[in-house]
Every structure is written in structure tokens, then in C-alpha cells.
């Protein structure tokens, strides 16, 4: 390894040079002196004129990968012009100038400052201007020149694939295509060798080869048997340069699988089977299995099995099972032990496809002897089958006959059989069976979406030997009717911008059946007739199971509506077909130009002045705690309004009320204004009552006055007993006012009942006779000290 390597980098250093001298001599070239114009007459006389160029080129190289100390000089400019002096100024200008390609501008000279890669870009266009050094004016016109990216063998080749996979059938002829690999190399194909591949075969010898140009792998083997060996691995390699030392190289694995063919017979292990069967046994019972082996796979393996000879062949019958390759020897006929105690029967088996290439290798079949002894034994009750399947539409009527099971006495005495259910696996009682004949019948209705199967054993006992029991399962399918209606596969909700087109489609539902897919898809989804022509959103049904909701009108608000309801009706296939209506949400939301989702909230589009949702939510708060103070405030006010409790036992026309307070007497000039007591509304003769609510409005009666301005309260009541006594619109009971002062020198005295009491007063209240019927009740309380102790 460490051998090639040094080649390599010998030889990359011998390419260096010589496209070093190729670059040296393209310079030389390139800077040769441009050509003079000159003159040329014409036709008739006239003077042509040739324009004169300041330079002539048109393409560089430099070679890639170069990892010298000093930048790669790539060529020079020259123009016939610069005469040396300093004043011609050099201009680079194009791909990568300034950056990988930088000019002299006093020499012209062209460096390349940085490692190229062909692989990467295999040329650069350039443009150069020699102009005025000190007024920059343009002396020439720019030329356009290219610089070209020479190759070297620095990519190894890479195939497509690091791993392939193939088949070939087993015993293929020798030269048989199994796979083409392909590599391919990043390096020039139009310069030497470096992308030149040649295939060889690393590992894989001696059973196959691959072609050194194409890659195509092929078997070098005759005869290759699967059944020795099935697979194998092949390493291929493909190498530049065409394959000469110091190439790079690249690898892949190719795995090569054999495939089958019929290239094997059918062969039983043994050469007699013995096998046995009750003569009770039914017709159908299974008495045996044989097999023939074959070691071929798939079809080619596939054994039917036959009956060919021997006394049984009227009494037994054979068949394959295909899931086992095994011939099942079954009961054809019924047996009787004292007649015939044995059978004797010839098998054969043979494979059901034959390939003619391999007809040779034959035959492709064997046989077998097999030898059936008939026993005579007391055996429990047996089913006609090992199991038992029947089908049942779901919600069919109680009493619907599901299936019939069948057992058999195989003694002499043949038995009568009584059927059961086990009642273990049938916990809900959805079944019953006759015990006579076997019949089950269903006892309420089955609902395929809730139990699809039911799985039941029955039991068969004989009537005089209950300790003879036979248990058989049975699968009962519940066949599915059409009997729900299809629904949206999920809870939808749909979202449309304001800004919405025309025909946009904004969402795609689906639906889901829960019945069977016979009675389900395919759905078929339509608007309501009712709103077929909805202005705001149209259905398309994609045929598919799916349908599409587009947008029908532009301009959405929020502010106007928020939300849409949209009824879709969704029907199945089923026989009879089943719809139901269901109801998609759809949101208007906003959003920006580019239908990019902003927000769905309303608010958010009203209160956009800064408002943070906390702010609201106080703002609420403050809001109900003032409903709430208003509301005990008013609640507060009524109660005070409320007229004083009066004593149902009493006339409701002489209510007295008792009070804890006293004037201060005529000297209490602080505790109340006396003046207040003659109520400033009676002033212009009118005075309200405060206790009702008036039905209209009183006049007062011409006459009355109101009392006074002085301190005579005994005017001043009597003139308000005048004025309730001829009051229309007064209630059928005395209102009590509350004076809260009483002058000292009252000739009514004090009217509190504090002091009268307890103790001993010499006020005589007997003048209270005297003020009318209103304040009977109150000379009665304050009469004579005489006449309480009569009463008592």
C-alpha cells in the first residue's frame, strides 16, 4: 500500500512539471506582441481600416490541486502599448478576480492564490483592460479570456451503490447475466486515463466472473444447487488509470441469492404407515396424515397426494393440505368392525408443477403403503366436525336459527345425544340450543360493532351415560348489515382567513363507518338542499373518500361574525344507504399576506389599543363590586322606608309607639330647633304624607292656615289633628311622628312613659279625655291614678 502511495505522488509530481512547462510556453504565447492594423482600398477607391487590438488571447490553464509555498502564476497580460514606463495600468475583472485570480497591474502577470478543484469548476471567465494609470481611461477595449482547470487523478471511483442485491436461478448455464454494477469517477473522462475503469472480482471466485469494461456479473459455474448452498457474496472492484498501478480504486458487496427451481422429486421417509380408526367413526373424520418431503420452496414444493390402489379405496378417501404439504387419509365410509377389521391402501404423491428443463431428473412423484386397522371401543359422543362455523345477521330477531351441530353415539348401543352450552363462554346468554336436535337459536339481538364473533363450546353427553361428554367449539360470526351511518373521522374545526379568495380550499375532511367496508366507503359528502347555495362556503367531494371545503365569497369579519356552522351530509354505500348531518366548525381568523394564522379571537381585533387580558379581567372585577354596593345600598334604603309594625291585636287606628329618648326641655336649645316640628312643606298649606304614597294629588281646603311661628304646641297639634281629619286621601290609621324636643314648660307635659313608670308623678293626664277619639288609647294608659285602680 505504502508502495503505491509513493507512485502516486511520483506521479502527480511528474504531472505537475509537465503542465508546468505547458503553462510556461502558453505564457510565452500569450504575450506576444499584438498585430499592427493597416490599410486596404476597396472597391471603387475607398479606404478600409482594420481596428488594431493591444493584446491577442484566449485561454490559460493551471493545474489543480497545486500545494506549492507561492501562488501559481498563470500567465501575463501584455499590451503592445506599454512601453515600460509605468503608466499602462492592468485591470482583472470576472469570476473570482480579486479573490482566486489577482494581476500585476504594472507587469500584467496573472496568480492564482488559491487551490483549485476541477471537480468543483473545471474553468473561469475573466476580462482584462489596460488603462490610464494616472486618468484611468480606458487606452484598449476589454478582452474576455478563460482560464482552464487541468486535471490530475485525484478522485478514486464510487459505485452507485455500497450494496447490491441479485437472484439467479439455481443450475443456470455458465455465462448467465446475473447483475450489471456501475461506478463512476469525478475526475476528467477527455483527459489521459484517470476516469478510465476496469471491473475485476475480489472475492465471489469461482462461481462467478464480472465483466473488466461493462461490470456485468455472470455465473462461471454449471449446475449451482440451491439446496447446497443458497446464497453468496461478491466483492467487486473498479480501478482508474485503466487499471495500472497507482490507480485508485473503489469497491461494492453484491449478495447473489439462487432462486428455486422443480429440480426435486417428492420422497416419502418411510415405505408403510399404520394407522387406526374407531367404527363409529363418521363419514368426513380424519383417520391419518402422511407427507412426502421435497426440498424445493414455493411452488416447486407444492405435493398433490392420491389414492392409486388397495381394498380401501371405496371405504377412504384422501386430500392435501396445501398450509402443511401433508395428505389428510379421512373416512369415507361408515365402518362396521365385525365385517372387516383392517384396509390396506396405496398413496401417492406427486408435485403439481413440473419444469420441463429438468424432466430428466424424474419421475417427479413417489407412493407409499398405508394400513388402517378398525377398533371397536366405548368412546364419548363425537361431532361430525372438530369445530363448527356459522354466520348470523346482526339485530336479527330472537329466535333466529343460527346453526345445527351434530354428535354421534359410536357405540353399538348408539345413544340418544342431549346438546348444552357452556354458559362460561356464553356469559351474556345470547344463545340457546335445542338439546334434542342441536338447533341454536339466538335469544336477543346481536350488534356486530359491538361483538363481531362469538366464540361458544357446546357440550353433547348420552342420556344413559352422563359421564360420556364430547365438547365442540363453535364461532359464530355476526354478518353486517347497514345500520349506522357514516360521521367525521375527528372533531373538525376549520379556520378561514379574512382575507380569504375565492375557491380556496381551507380544509379536507374525511369520515368513518362502523360498519364493514361492504356497507361503508365509498362516502359521499354534499351540502343540505336547504343551504346548497350557501354564499359563504361550497363542498367539492373528492371522490375519494375525502371532500374539500373552499371558500365561495371573498371578505370575511370578525367583527361582523366570528363563527360559521356548516351542516355537511355525509352518506355510505351501503344497501340501503345510511347519511347523517354533521356540523363543521369554522372559525374567521386573521392573518397575514401570506395566509400565515394570526389570531381567531374577536376581542383582539377590537382592543388592539394596548389592553392586556389581566386588565380586563380587573376592570370586570371593579365593575361587579360596584353593581354589588349599589344593590346592598338600594336593598338598605328600602328597608328603612318600610311603615312600623303595628299590633295585630290592637285597632289599627290607635297605634302607640314607645320611644327610649326625652327632650331636654325648653332649656336644651342645642338638641333640636323647635321650629323643624312645623314640618316647612305645610308652609304653603300642603303637607305630604310620608307613610303612603298618595293615589292624586290634595288640594288643601281654603281656610286652614298653617300655625304660627311660635312655640305653642298645643295650637300646632290641633291644627294638624284639623288638618288629617279633613284630609281625603289619608289612610284608615294615625301615623306617629317622632319630635325629638319637648319643652319643659309644656302644659301637655311630657309624653314619655320612661319616668311614669317608676316613679310617682303627680301630672294629671286626664285632659287626654278630652282630645277626641285619636287619643282614647292614650288616656286610657295615662288616665287617672283612680281609674287604674278600678280597672285592677
Same mark, same amino acid.
Given at each position: 500500500?505504502?508502495?503505491?502511495?509513493c507512485?502516486?505522488?511520483?506521479?502527480?509530481?511528474?504531472?505537475?512539471?509537465?503542465?508546468?512547462?505547458?503553462?510556461?510556453?502558453?505564457?510565452?504565447?500569450?504575450?506576444?506582441?499584438?498585430?499592427?492594423?493597416?490599410?486596404?482600398?476597396?472597391?471603387?477607391?475607398?479606404?478600409?481600416?482594420?481596428?488594431k487590438?493591444?493584446?491577442?488571447?484566449?485561454?490559460?490553464?493551471?493545474?489543480?490541486?497545486?500545494?506549492?509555498?507561492d501562488?501559481?502564476?498563470?500567465?501575463?497580460?501584455?499590451?503592445d502599448?506599454?512601453?515600460?514606463?509605468?503608466?499602462?495600468?492592468y485591470i482583472?475583472?470576472?469570476?473570482?478576480?480579486?479573490?482566486?485570480?489577482?494581476?500585476?497591474?504594472?507587469?500584467?502577470?496573472?496568480?492564482?492564490?488559491?487551490t483549485l478543484?476541477?471537480?468543483?469548476?473545471?474553468?473561469?471567465?475573466?476580462?482584462?483592460?489596460?488603462?490610464?494609470?494616472?486618468?484611468?481611461?480606458?487606452?484598449?477595449?476589454?478582452?474576455?479570456?478563460?482560464?482552464?482547470?487541468?486535471?490530475?487523478n485525484?478522485?478514486?471511483?464510487?459505485?452507485?451503490?455500497?450494496?447490491?442485491?441479485?437472484?439467479?436461478?439455481e443450475?443456470?448455464?455458465?455465462?448467465?447475466?446475473?447483475?450489471?454494477v456501475?461506478?463512476?469517477?469525478?475526475?476528467?473522462?477527455?483527459?489521459?486515463?484517470?476516469a478510465k475503469?476496469?471491473?475485476?472480482?475480489?472475492?465471489?471466485?469461482?462461481?462467478?466472473?464480472?465483466?473488466?469494461?461493462?461490470?456485468?456479473?455472470?455465473?462461471?459455474?454449471?449446475?449451482?444447487?440451491?439446496?447446497?448452498?443458497?446464497?453468496?457474496?461478491?466483492?467487486?472492484?473498479a480501478k482508474?488509470?485503466?487499471?495500472?498501478?497507482?490507480?485508485?480504486?473503489?469497491?461494492?458487496?453484491?449478495?447473489i441469492?439462487?432462486?428455486?427451481?422443480n429440480?426435486?422429486?417428492?420422497?416419502?421417509?418411510?415405505?408403510?404407515?399404520?394407522?387406526?380408526?374407531?367404527?363409529?367413526?363418521?363419514?368426513?373424520?380424519?383417520?391419518?396424515?402422511?407427507?412426502?418431503?421435497?426440498?424445493?420452496?414455493?411452488?416447486?414444493g407444492?405435493?398433490?397426494?392420491s389414492?392409486?390402489?388397495?381394498?380401501?379405496?371405496d371405504?377412504?378417501?384422501?386430500?392435501?393440505?396445501?398450509?402443511?404439504?401433508?395428505?389428510?387419509v379421512?373416512?369415507?365410509?361408515?365402518?362396521?368392525?365385525?365385517?372387516?377389521?383392517?384396509?390396506?391402501?396405496?398413496?401417492?404423491?406427486?408435485?403439481?408443477?413440473?419444469?420441463?428443463?429438468?424432466?430428466?431428473?424424474?419421475?417427479?412423484?413417489d407412493?407409499?403403503?398405508?394400513?388402517?386397522?378398525?377398533?371397536?371401543?366405548?368412546?364419548?359422543?363425537?361431532?361430525?366436525?372438530?369445530s363448527y362455523?356459522?354466520?348470523?345477521?346482526?339485530?336479527?330477531?330472537?329466535?333466529?336459527?343460527?346453526?345445527?351441530?351434530?354428535?354421534?353415539?359410536?357405540?353399538?348401543?348408539?345413544?340418544?345425544?342431549?346438546?348444552?352450552?357452556?354458559?362460561?363462554?356464553?356469559?351474556?346468554?345470547?344463545?340457546?340450543?335445542?338439546a334434542?336436535?342441536?338447533?341454536?337459536?339466538?335469544?336477543?339481538?346481536?350488534?356486530?360493532?359491538?361483538?363481531?364473533?362469538?366464540?361458544?363450546?357446546?357440550?353433547?353427553?348420552?342420556?344413559?351415560k352422563?359421564?360420556?361428554?364430547?365438547?365442540?367449539?363453535?364461532?359464530?360470526?355476526?354478518?353486517?348489515?347497514?345500520?349506522?351511518?357514516?360521521?367525521?373521522?375527528?372533531?373538525?374545526?376549520?379556520?378561514?382567513?379574512?382575507?380569504?379568495?375565492?375557491?380556496?380550499?381551507?380544509?379536507?375532511?374525511?369520515?368513518?363507518?362502523?360498519?364493514?367496508?361492504?356497507?361503508?366507503?365509498?362516502?359521499?359528502?354534499?351540502?343540505?338542499?336547504?343551504?346548497?347555495?350557501?354564499?359563504?362556503?361550497?363542498?367539492?367531494?373528492?371522490?375519494?373518500?375525502? =371532500?374539500?371545503?373552499?371558500?365561495?365569497?371573498? /371578505?370575511? *369579519?370578525?367583527?361582523?361574525?366570528?363563527?360559521? %356552522?356548516?351542516? !355537511? +351530509? @355525509?352518506?355510505?354505500?351501503?344497501?340501503?344507504?345510511?347519511?347523517?348531518t354533521?356540523?363543521?366548525?369554522i372559525?374567521?381568523?386573521?392573518?397575514?399576506?401570506?395566509?400565515?394564522?394570526?389570531?381567531?379571537? =374577536?376581542?383582539?381585533?377590537?382592543?388592539?389599543? /394596548?389592553? *392586556?387580558?389581566?386588565?380586563?379581567?380587573?376592570? %370586570?372585577?371593579? !365593575? +361587579? @363590586?360596584?353593581?354589588?354596593?349599589?344593590?346592598?345600598?338600594?336593598?338598605?334604603?328600602?328597608?328603612?322606608?318600610?311603615?312600623?309594625?303595628?299590633f295585630?291585636?290592637?285597632?289599627?287606628?290607635?297605634?302607640?309607639?314607645?320611644?327610649?329618648?326625652?327632650?331636654? /326641655?325648653?332649656e336644651?336649645?342645642?338638641?333640636?330647633?323647635?321650629?323643624?316640628?312645623?314640618?316647612?312643606?305645610?308652609?304653603?298649606?300642603?303637607i305630604?304624607?310620608?307613610?303612603?304614597?298618595?293615589?292624586?294629588?290634595?288640594?288643601?281646603?281654603?281656610?286652614?292656615?298653617?300655625?304660627?311661628?311660635?312655640?305653642?304646641?298645643?295650637?300646632?297639634?290641633?291644627?294638624?289633628?284639623?288638618?288629617?281629619?279633613?284630609?281625603?286621601?289619608?289612610?284608615?290609621?294615625?301615623?306617629?311622628?317622632?319630635?325629638?324636643?319637648?319643652?319643659?314648660?309644656s302644659?301637655?307635659?311630657?309624653?314619655?312613659?320612661?319616668?311614669?313608670?317608676?316613679?310617682?308623678?303627680?301630672?294629671?293626664?286626664?285632659?287626654?279625655?278630652?282630645?277626641?277619639?285619636?287619643?282614647?288609647?292614650?288616656?286610657?294608659?295615662?288616665?287617672?291614678?283612680?281609674?287604674?285602680?278600678?280597672?285592677?
Amino acid at each position: 500500500m505504502k508502495e503505491d502511495n509513493c507512485l502516486h505522488a511520483a506521479l502527480i509530481c511528474l504531472v505537475m512539471l509537465y503542465y508546468s512547462h505547458a503553462v510556461t510556453t502558453e505564457k510565452l504565447n500569450h504575450t506576444r506582441p499584438s498585430l499592427h492594423g493597416h490599410h486596404e482600398k476597396g472597391k471603387e477607391g475607398q479606404v478600409l481600416h482594420r481596428s488594431k487590438r493591444g493584446w491577442v488571447w484566449n485561454q490559460f490553464f493551471v493545474i489543480e490541486e497545486y500545494t506549492g509555498p507561492d501562488p501559481v502564476l498563470v500567465g501575463r497580460l501584455h499590451s503592445d502599448i506599454d512601453s515600460g514606463d509605468g503608466n499602462i495600468k492592468y485591470i482583472l475583472s470576472g469570476e473570482g478576480a480579486g479573490i482566486i485570480f489577482v494581476i500585476d497591474d504594472k507587469s500584467g502577470n496573472i496568480h492564482a492564490t488559491k487551490t483549485l478543484d476541477r471537480e468543483e469548476r473545471a474553468q473561469y471567465t475573466l476580462t482584462a483592460q489596460a488603462v490610464d494609470r494616472n486618468t484611468n481611461r480606458p487606452l484598449e477595449p476589454p478582452s474576455e479570456f478563460i482560464v482552464k482547470v487541468q486535471d490530475i487523478n485525484d478522485n478514486p471511483p464510487e459505485f452507485l451503490h455500497e450494496n447490491y442485491h441479485a437472484n439467479v436461478p439455481e443450475r443456470s448455464n455458465v455465462g448467465t447475466s446475473v447483475i450489471q454494477v456501475t461506478a463512476s469517477d469525478a475526475d476528467d473522462p477527455t483527459y489521459g486515463n484517470s476516469a478510465k475503469l476496469v471491473y475485476s472480482i475480489l472475492e465471489g471466485q469461482p462461481y462467478f466472473s464480472v465483466e473488466a469494461q461493462t461490470g456485468i456479473i455472470r455465473t462461471a459455474l454449471p449446475n449451482m444447487d440451491r439446496e447446497a448452498k443458497e446464497e453468496y457474496h461478491v466483492v467487486i472492484q473498479a480501478k482508474d488509470m485503466g487499471g495500472h498501478m497507482g490507480g485508485l480504486s473503489g469497491t461494492t458487496k453484491v449478495t447473489i441469492t439462487l432462486t428455486d427451481v422443480n429440480d426435486n422429486p417428492p420422497k416419502f421417509p418411510q415405505s408403510v404407515y399404520q394407522m387406526s380408526v374407531s367404527e363409529a367413526a363418521v363419514p368426513g373424520e380424519e383417520v391419518g396424515r402422511v407427507k412426502a418431503k421435497d426440498p424445493d420452496i414455493g411452488e416447486n414444493g407444492l405435493v398433490a397426494y392420491s389414492i392409486i390402489d388397495g381394498d380401501g379405496m371405496d371405504m377412504f378417501e384422501i386430500t392435501t393440505d396445501y398450509e402443511t404439504q401433508e395428505g389428510v387419509v379421512k373416512l369415507k365410509k361408515l365402518l362396521d368392525f365385525e365385517t372387516k377389521k383392517s384396509y390396506s391402501l396405496k398413496v401417492e404423491a406427486a408435485n403439481v408443477h413440473i419444469d420441463p428443463k429438468f424432466i430428466s431428473n424424474g419421475p417427479f412423484k413417489d407412493t407409499v403403503t398405508v394400513k388402517i386397522s378398525v377398533e371397536d371401543a366405548d368412546e364419548p359422543p363425537v361431532f361430525l366436525k372438530p369445530s363448527y362455523i356459522f354466520e348470523v345477521q346482526e339485530n336479527a330477531a330472537s329466535g333466529t336459527v343460527v346453526g345445527k351441530v351434530h354428535a354421534k353415539d359410536p357405540d353399538a348401543a348408539n345413544s340418544a345425544i342431549r346438546y348444552s352450552i357452556d354458559r362460561h363462554t356464553d356469559l351474556e346468554r345470547y344463545f340457546v340450543i335445542n338439546a334434542e336436535d342441536g338447533n341454536i337459536k339466538t335469544i336477543k339481538a346481536l350488534d356486530r360493532e359491538e361483538i363481531a364473533w362469538h366464540n361458544i363450546s357446546v357440550f353433547a353427553v348420552e342420556v344413559h351415560k352422563q359421564h360420556q361428554e364430547a365438547k365442540v367449539p363453535v364461532a359464530i360470526k355476526v354478518v353486517d348489515v347497514n345500520d349506522n351511518a357514516p360521521k367525521f373521522a375527528a372533531a373538525y374545526e376549520a379556520f378561514v382567513c379574512e382575507n380569504a379568495r375565492s375557491n380556496q380550499q381551507f380544509i379536507t375532511i374525511s369520515a368513518d363507518d362502523k360498519d364493514e367496508s361492504a356497507n361503508g366507503p365509498r362516502f359521499i359528502f354534499s351540502l343540505p338542499p336547504e343551504i346548497i347555495h350557501n354564499p359563504n362556503f361550497t363542498l367539492r367531494d373528492n371522490r375519494d373518500n375525502t =371532500a374539500s371545503v373552499l371558500v365561495r365569497r371573498e /371578505g370575511f *369579519s370578525r367583527q361582523k361574525q366570528d363563527l360559521y %356552522l356548516l351542516p !355537511i +351530509v @355525509i352518506s355510505d354505500g351501503g344497501l340501503p344507504p345510511l347519511s347523517s348531518t354533521n356540523t363543521l366548525t369554522i372559525r374567521v381568523c386573521g392573518c397575514d399576506s401570506n395566509g400565515s394564522l394570526l389570531s381567531c379571537n =374577536a376581542e383582539a381585533y377590537i382592543l388592539n389599543a /394596548g389592553l *392586556s387580558t389581566g386588565a380586563l379581567i380587573a376592570i %370586570l372585577a371593579c !365593575i +361587579v @363590586i360596584l353593581l354589588v354596593i349599589v344593590v346592598l345600598f338600594v336593598t338598605l334604603k328600602r328597608q328603612k322606608k318600610e311603615p312600623l309594625i303595628v299590633f295585630e291585636e290592637e285597632d289599627v287606628r290607635e297605634n302607640i309607639i314607645t320611644y327610649d329618648d326625652e327632650g331636654g /326641655g325648653e332649656e336644651d336649645t342645642e338638641a333640636f330647633d323647635i321650629a323643624t316640628l312645623q314640618n316647612p312643606d305645610g308652609i304653603n298649606g300642603f303637607i305630604p304624607r310620608k307613610d303612603i304614597k298618595p293615589e292624586y294629588q290634595y288640594m288643601p281646603r281654603p281656610g286652614l292656615r298653617p300655625a304660627p311661628n311660635s312655640v305653642d304646641v298645643d295650637d300646632f297639634i290641633n291644627t294638624r289633628i284639623q288638618e288629617a281629619d279633613n284630609d281625603p286621601t289619608a289612610p284608615p290609621y294615625d301615623s306617629i311622628q317622632i319630635y325629638g324636643y319637648e319643652g319643659r314648660g309644656s302644659v301637655a307635659g311630657s309624653l314619655s312613659s320612661l319616668e311614669s313608670a317608676t316613679t310617682d308623678s303627680d301630672l294629671d293626664y286626664d285632659y287626654l279625655q278630652n282630645w277626641g277619639p285619636r287619643f282614647k288609647k292614650l288616656a286610657d294608659l295615662y288616665g287617672s291614678k283612680d281609674t287604674f285602680d278600678d280597672d285592677s
